[in-house]
């Protein structure tokens, strides 16, 4: 199974990974440009990294993460969310259209959720998921 997290990681990267990660890291450094935002730039900077590299890691939802979490959310859907959910969902069809890409349009569409609400969430190893 780690062979193939490898290869549909490394088809990832190629066909769609690096530019949605680009963008991620673009939203990343315009937060940390402007000061008060630095924490949406981590948890941009942090779903680059999972753009990068998805298969073999999941999103597990902190059940701690309170109303500063909430209202964070909120403000990162209007500003950045949105855009970069349109982005995962248009990768997503693209991908779709031939049938080698299937899987990771999937995995696209399984981002979309991430990118609108991205803080209160932790990625970790489909191994070491709470379930």
Not at 18 to 36: D, F
Request: glycine share 10%; charged share 5%; aromatic share 10%.
């Amino acid at each position: 199974m780690g062979a193939m997290k490898t290869i549909l990681n490394i088809l990832w990267l190629l066909l769609c990974g690096l530019w949605m990660a680009l963008g991620y890291v673009v939203a990343g450094i315009i937060c940390c440009i402007l000061i008060i935002t630095i924490p949406f730039g981590i948890a941009s900077f942090r779903m680059a990294n999972y753009a990068l590299w998805p298969f073999g890691r999941t999103v597990v939802r902190n059940p701690e993460a309170g109303t500063p979490s909430l209202i964070g959310n909120v403000i990162w859907l209007i500003f950045a969310g949105i855009w970069l959910a349109i982005g995962h969902i248009t990768t997503g069809i693209a991908l779709c259209i031939t049938i080698i890409g299937i899987p990771l349009g999937i995995a696209s569409f399984k981002m979309v959720p991430i990118s609108l609400l991205p803080l209160g969430v932790q990625i970790v190893s489909t191994d070491d998921a709470r379930i």
